[in-house]
Antibody, heavy 119, light 110 residues
């Protein structure tokens, strides 16, 4: 079945780095744009980044530009989020999501992985 | 503070109709499609409406979306207890060169 499984979350000190992964299965990964969306504790959804199906185009939210980078390895059916210079405000559940090419909606979501930035 | 504004809460009794608004600007809702997501407690979001008013297969026709100018709305008719959730609007924003979500609306079934 179509599935996205995030991993790599954990507790990290401010200023350190973390890389999240999102393993895709059950669909042709290299034909879909992919997104990261996060949700801080008790807060709403915040879009983080998107990457085109082939990785040639990337867009990041202003709040993470220069610190957090989206990437993908289509040979491994895996999406990544490299998070550097982490701050307390990056504490959140991070979801990866698939974008439907014909309508732009995020139709498949992972279960999320939790990142806690704390000293 | 999101660039798209939703009321923080909405409520209704079973069977009632509830409407959630999403107010944006010409750089997002005024130009691009609006999407709606439902997030049940403790779960990942689920796509409810795409392209302003289209429902993915499996979404009941009790849910409907509309858009006019720089605003959009989600209507839930025949409200049921299982509709108690957070609802988010979303769109691309040209000024930000990114997707944006509204702040979310918590729907309570009284």
């Amino acid at each position: 079945q179509v599935q996205l499984v995030e991993s790599g979350g954990g507790v990290v000190q401010p200023g350190r780095s973390l890389r999240l992964s999102c393993a895709a299965s059950g669909f042709t990964f290299n034909t879909y744009p992919m997104h990261w969306v996060r949700q801080a504790p008790g807060k709403g959804l915040e879009w983080v980044a998107v990457i085109s199906y082939d990785g040639s185009e990337k867009y990041h939210a202003d709040s993470v530009k220069g610190r957090i980078t989206i990437s993908r390895d289509n040979s491994k059916n895996t999406l990544y989020l490299q998070m550097n210079s982490l701050r307390a405000e990056d504490t959140a559940v991070y979801y990866c999501a698939r974008e439907m090419t014909d309508h732009g909606g995020l139709d498949v979501w992972g279960q999320g992985t939790t990142v806690t930035v704390s000293s | 503070q999101s660039v798209m504004t939703q009321p923080p809460s909405a409520s209704g009794t079973p069977g009632q109709r509830v409407t959630i608004s999403c107010s944006g600007s010409s750089s997002n809702i005024g130009t691009f499609y609006v999407y709606w997501y439902q997030q049940l407690p403790g779960t990942a979001p689920k796509l409810l409406i795409y392209k302003n008013n289209k429902r993915p297969s499996g979404v009941p026709d009790r849910f409907s979306g509309s858009k006019s100018g720089t605003s959009a709305s989600l209507a839930i008719s025949g409200l049921r207890s299982e509709d108690e959730a957070d609802y988010y609007c979303a769109a691309w924003d040209d000024s930000l060169s990114g997707r944006v979500f509204g702040g979310g609306t918590k729907v309570t079934v009284l």
